[in-house]
């Protein structure tokens, strides 16, 4: 019971998280095409593609499932099943005219750029971080007989 209430609260957490980004882009766009209302509907669906992600991060990204799978194969394992909810998401809440091909073609792209550019500074961010416990770790082996 313990293990699924931590998976709860990680799950809300991401959540959170999300969720605000999103708001945060939309409050941008909104910005910028000069929209002073925000239609109830693009709200709810931002909150459930939302809860969609943080619990396919937890799934993907956590050993809940899947104990020694490479971190290539969980990106696939998590974008793979998000892309057909976001997709779904967009056809069902109607974000954009969905008869067009190049619309599906910028949402595809978008999607991809997001996506690349988000597991970029993740992995950017754990690079650094390891080589500052690397220093750390050199560091005090150094000076430890001292």
Do not use: H
């Not at 290539?72 to 109607?94: D, E, Q, S």
């Not at 991809?112 to 560091?139: P, Q």
């Amino acid at each position: 019971m313990k293990k699924f209430f931590q998976v709860c609260t990680t799950i809300k957490e991401v959540t959170a998280l999300c969720y605000t980004a999103a708001m945060c882009f939309y409050l941008f766009f909104q910005w910028v095409f000069k929209q002073e209302t925000a239609p109830l509907s693009i709200l709810f669906s931002l909150l459930l593609v939302c809860i969609a992600a943080g619990t396919m991060q937890v799934v993907a990204f956590s050993d809940l499932l899947f104990k020694k799978l490479a971190y290539g194969w969980r990106l696939v394992v998590f974008v793979v099943p998000f892309g057909a909810v976001l997709t779904a998401a967009a056809v069902g809440f109607r974000w954009f005219p969905t008869g067009q091909a190049g619309a599906w073609v910028l949402f595809g792209l978008f999607f991809a750029l997001i996506f690349a550019a988000i597991t970029g500074g993740i992995e950017l961010y754990y690079r650094l971080s390891g080589r500052k416990w690397d220093d750390r770790l050199d560091w005090y082996r150094r000076n430890r007989d001292k």
